[in-house]
């Protein structure tokens, strides 16, 4: 037998995951929280609330914040 990959081994949905402090970026982020040269923004797809129709913002995974680079040159 052999072993079958689970991409998602807690079972949790990316909202979830996204709620729970993981450190995985949603959707909509173009990097990591805490990456050099990023910073928070609101999400432009839910405005900042976090759902769209009354459901969970899969852009931002419900926080309505999303990373994005900041500055430039």
Do not use: L, R, W, Y
Request: with cysteine.
């Amino acid at each position: 037998m052999s072993a079958k990959f689970d991409p998602n081994p807690s079972g949790k949905s990316a909202q979830q995951q996204q709620h729970a402090g993981a450190s995985e970026p949603a959707m909509g982020d173009v990097a990591p929280k805490g990456t050099a040269g990023t910073g928070e923004a609101i999400c432009p797809e839910c405005e900042g609330t976090g759902k769209i129709e009354g459901k969970v913002c899969e852009n931002c995974g419900g926080s309505g914040k999303i990373i994005q680079g900041i500055g430039g040159a």
